[in-house]
């Protein structure tokens, strides 16, 4: 059996490697025969990162110097013959769109002649469908035309898990809205997710269960004994909202006051004798928000002190898991940040930027350590923390996380039993995974 897996990864984001390690993981423990393939941004990094052959989503993509998939030559060539074009406007106005056309049009056919190969394309984890990032031509449009190409390759197709929203084009609507009626089998990893696609006139069956990044393995970090230490260590996960280098959403107020705020707190921190990390669970975008947060640090903090504060970012989900079991609390502005928390038994304040970020706070009985990244307060942060300092945060964490593993357990037991390739052609009511 030959099992495709697509995510828009690649780049460095940590939890979107922790979904496709979970994903991975239990397909081979149930079929272990099973070829994978994977489907990404950079097909280099995930071949490199998961242990499998990769395939790019998009014919135009970074290449390693050592992939072999394109001369040097070639490259050269290329790029001096679009600078000789770009200095004949009108000519380039019009062989730009033409060329990526053809371009387009070709790598169908060759991602086509792959699919025909697969038992299963499953597109899997995180904000699949979703038009933050570059609008309805890039998410949207990359998922519904590798759906079309799998299923004119007569083969099925999986959401497993998927996080959709926001979807703000007309065009990301209908693009995700037939991307999900030609799939075999639908799962979204909240009711968000699920009611938003609902709401897109979708009418085939779809089931609710948890990230996948909750099916992670952590024994070997929790069960490791503690330091023995009397200064307690707070983790701070930071990102780039609305930083007008990187964010779709540009507002250098609202980023600067959101770094102002996250500077303030640390100091704070270490008034009170906490020790303090900043870490990241992306190691591409958000490398500019801890640029930043360094920079305003610099001329405040000892330059021990700070050396300390600003480690080498984690570069692998077991590297990130490791650091984050070293701290006591968490205070993180991203998604998986709080899942990594969570699964890791570690007291969270998040710091929202999107409803999945709530839900993933309530789900667990968190919803008072929980505040939009907009619009908290430093007054509010800090007594937040200190909610959680004198360990009031609710106890029924770990049981969210130890059933939500099991739910998860039990999705692939049906999905992926040894000699039964689908369960889709017997569609259920939705599994609703939360409480």
């Known amino acids: 059996m030959v099992i495709g897996i697509l995510d828009h990864m690649g780049y460095g984001n940590l939890g979107d490697a922790a979904t496709q390690d979970v994903a991975i993981a239990n397909i081979r423990k149930r079929l272990p025969d099973a070829r994978l393939v994977g489907f990404s941004f950079i097909p280099d990094d995930t071949t490199e990162r998961h242990g499998i052959p990769s395939y790019p989503i998009r014919w135009s993509y970074p290449r390693s110097a050592t992939s072999g998939d394109s001369s040097s030559d070639g490259s050269i060539a290329a790029s001096k013959l679009k600078s000789t074009l770009k200095a004949l406007p009108f000519i380039y106005l019009w062989a730009k769109p033409l060329h990526d056309l053809i371009q387009e049009l070709m790598f169908c056919g060759r991602s086509y002649k792959v699919l025909r190969g697969l038992d299963v394309l499953i597109i899997s984890g995180g904000g699949q469908l979703s038009d933050l990032w570059r609008g309805p031509w890039s998410h949207p449009y990359t998922i519904l ?41 639908r799962s979204f990893r909240d009711e968000d997710s699920d009611s938003l696609v609902r709401s897109l006139g979708v009418k085939s069956g779809t089931r609710v269960y948890p990230d996948l990044a909750y099916g992670l393995e952590v024994e070997e970090f929790s069960r490791r004994k503690p330091i023995v230490s009397s200064v307690r260590v707070v983790g701070i996960n930071p990102m780039g909202f609305c930083d007008p280098r990187i964010w779709p959403r540009k507002d250098e107020l609202v980023y600067n006051e959101y770094l102002d705020k ?174």
């Open 145 to 185: 035309k590798f759906c079309i190409l799998t299923k004119l390759a007569g083969k099925k197709v999986y959401f497993l898990n998927v996080g959709a929203g926001p979807l703000a084009h007309p065009l990301s609507k209908l693009f995700a809205r037939y991307a999900v009626e030609l799939a075999d089998y």
């Open 262 to 435: 996250i500077v303030r707190f640390t100091l704070w921190l270490l008034e009170h004798g906490y020790h303090v990390r900043m870490f990241t669970t992306e190691t591409s975008v958000d490398k500019y928000a801890m640029e930043d947060l360094r920079t305003r640090l610099t001329p405040l903090v000892d330059s021990e002190v700070l050396s300390e504060m600003f480690r080498p970012p984690s570069k692998k989900v077991r590297d990130v898991l490791q650091e984050i079991s070293e701290f006591d609390f968490i205070v993180t502005s991203k998604y998986h940040g709080i899942i990594f928390s969570q699964v890791l038994g570690k007291p969270a304040i998040s710091l929202s930027y999107h409803r999945k970020m709530d839900f993933a706070m309530r789900a667990a009985g968190q919803d008072r350590f929980c505040a939009d990244i907009e619009r908290f307060s430093l007054d509010w942060l800090i007594e937040a923390f200190r909610l959680l300092a004198d360990g009031n945060s609710a106890s029924s964490v770990a049981a969210v996380v130890e059933s939500y593993a099991a739910i998860l357990s039990r999705q692939f037991d049906e999905l992926f039993k040894p000699g039964r390739a689908s369960m889709a052609a017997t569609p259920r009511s939705s599994l609703v995974a939360s409480s």
